[in-house]
């Protein structure tokens, strides 16, 4: 073999030297730029380890899902109180905060991703905890119900928005839960702080004050006996065959019903204190923070004399009886309005005589006076270990008595033109939720020294869709497909937002608005076993199979 020469062994070491430094010159941007992203990355993993994320945890009723309209989806959940509460605390705090996302039909969007809202719509202090409260079921005792557990081992097989809202944490804790039982899993398994929004309580004195609800009987607020004749025959009947059996009722407001649909002040106390002692208050890093509730009777929901004024005399030429005090429902006002459209004068007079569709000071003053109680036992939790409260009740019940200022707009609790609630009358629009979370922010800063940016309500006002812009008494709601309930709604929405005029339901025959709303009533009456059996004996839906 020929031998190399000492010159060509230090030719090819100079060369092989070379080489190597233009590679090292030719990769090393990307070298330092990987270099950085590691460094990056193992700052946020330190952080993490120094500064873990804080979960934001809430457990409460409608308000805290986010409803309006009666309907529940990603839209409404977006300008709720408690996604602006999470958007602003992370700009301050590392945020863990999950939604469990609804589509327009209900269905869960993100079914994988574990929810830290926790709220449900329609949840009381007893249902929180996955029982039915015997006063409103009209049992002997409280009795644990599916309903209120989730329970379902795969999406598609959901039944009830507790499937729909705690899933999948009921894998995850290998057994069904209730929203108690899933903030206890949430906190046993979280790896940092953790803040605990408590705002359940609202539905312990909601259903006496809405005259809605309820089993043994189901409350409807409609002048029934005014109104078969305009419903379809086949509502019309399964209405009256309802009211004969028992399981439905048309006198809302009655001395039984509030009693029936309000919960006795030694339950709300001796269950509230059983919650607080399973969520155990003595954890580390756990904050409590408890909300009070508001006069439930405020809301617009409820119907007074001026605005009877202004819709039925106002738009419709009807006159308002001297002697009429008090307030109705909104669905017992929308019958009125159709029927002031016809011209039934005489069977407006007759709603409006009977005590039992309307609402005295007096039945009102029972109820708020039953929500004091409520509230002085939530603030007797002061001073626990990790407690707080705060007071919503007080800072609301201002808002609905004297005005809401929002940049140049004052809303106030007047439904529809008031501005201040959704078309359901009895949740917040996106000015009032923005309000809540200001509220709820102010309480966080106080009692954790932090300096958490509020909103401004003047930004928001001026593109809620609950604002009554024209001046006409009408809204113009969101632009979303209306189911139930919320189909009537959808009637009494602005024909034309920014133009003073008339709403849906005016530019309709009357037998198409009653139509919609036969429909609406018998979505809403079909849950009722007893009403669902009549339904399949006479052919109205077919028979399970």
């Not at 007893?126 to 329970?151: M, P, Q």
């Not at 308002?320 to 069977?347: D, K, Q």
């Amino acid at each position: 073999m020929e031998k190399i020469s000492k010159g060509r062994v230090f030719f090819f070491f100079l060369w092989g030297m070379l080489l190597t430094v233009l590679l090292i010159c030719s990769y090393l941007p990307a070298y330092g730029q990987e270099r950085a992203i590691q460094r990056q990355s193992a700052l946020r993993t330190n952080s993490l380890l120094f500064y873990p994320r804080t979960t934001l945890l809430a457990v409460g009723d409608s308000l805290t899902q986010g409803t309006r309209d009666a309907t529940n989806n990603q839209y409404h959940l977006q300008n709720a109180y408690l996604q602006k509460v999470a958007s602003k605390l992370s700009l301050v705090l590392p945020l863990k905060f999950n939604q469990a996302w609804l589509d327009l039909s209900g269905n869960r969007l993100n079914p994988l991703t574990i929810p830290t809202n926790l709220g449900i719509d329609g949840e009381d202090l007893f249902s929180v905890e996955g029982y039915e409260y015997y006063k409103r079921a009209g049992t002997s005792s409280n009795y644990i119900s599916s309903e209120y557990l989730c329970d379902r081992l795969q999406p598609y097989l959901f039944t009830d928005m507790h499937d729909k809202v705690l899933y999948p944490i009921n894998l995850l804790a290998g057994k069904p839960v209730s929203q108690i039982d899933a903030l206890i899993w949430h906190l046993n398994n979280r790896t940092g702080p953790a803040i605990v929004i408590f705002w359940v309580g609202n539905n312990d004195a909601a259903l006496s004050t809405l005259g809605l609800g309820g089993k043994n009987p189901q409350y409807l607020p409609i002048p029934f006996d005014q109104i078969k004749d305009r419903l379809s025959p086949v509502v019309s009947y399964l209405l009256n065959y309802g009211r004969s059996r028992g399981v439905i009722a048309f006198e809302p407001f009655t001395a039984e019903q509030i009693e029936h649909n309000l919960t006795e002040m030694a339950d709300f106390l001796t269950q509230l204190n059983r919650l607080v002692a399973r969520m155990n208050l003595n954890r580390s890093g756990v904050k409590y923070f408890f909300l009070t509730y508001p006069y439930y009777p405020e809301v617009g929901y409820l119907m007074d004399r001026d605005d009877l004024e202004f819709y039925l005399t106002g738009k419709l030429g009807y006159t308002i009886p001297s002697g009429f005090e008090g307030r109705i429902s909104l669905l017992t006002f929308f019958c009125l309005y159709e029927l002031a459209r016809e011209g039934y004068t005489e069977r407006i007079d007759a709603v409006l005589g009977n005590n039992a569709l309307v609402m005295s000071e007096g039945e009102a003053q029972i109820i708020k006076n039953r929500i004091d109680l409520f509230n002085a036992i939530v603030k007797s939790l002061s001073g626990r270990p990790n407690a707080f409260i705060i007071d919503t009740a007080d800072k609301l019940n201002e808002s609905f008595s004297s005005g809401l200022q929002a940049g140049s707009y004052l809303l106030k609790r007047n439904w529809g033109r008031g501005g201040s609630f959704s078309l359901d009358g009895v949740h917040p629009g996106h000015t009032v939720h923005t309000h809540i979370a200001n509220i709820i922010l102010k309480g966080i800063n106080s009692a954790l020294d932090l300096n958490v940016p509020l909103w401004d309500l003047a930004s928001v006002v001026s593109s809620d869709p609950y604002v009554d812009f024209d001046g006409d008494g009408w809204v113009a709601g969101p632009d979303l497909t209306a189911s139930g309930r919320t189909k009537i709604l959808y009637l009494f929405k602005d024909y034309q937002e920014g133009v003073p005029g008339p709403a849906v339901n005016d530019l309709m025959a009357p037998a198409d608005v009653w139509s919609l709303i036969s429909s609406a009533l018998l979505e809403e009456i079909i849950g009722i076993p007893l009403i669902r059996a009549e339904a399949e004996r006479i052919g109205v839906i077919q028979l399970k199979k």
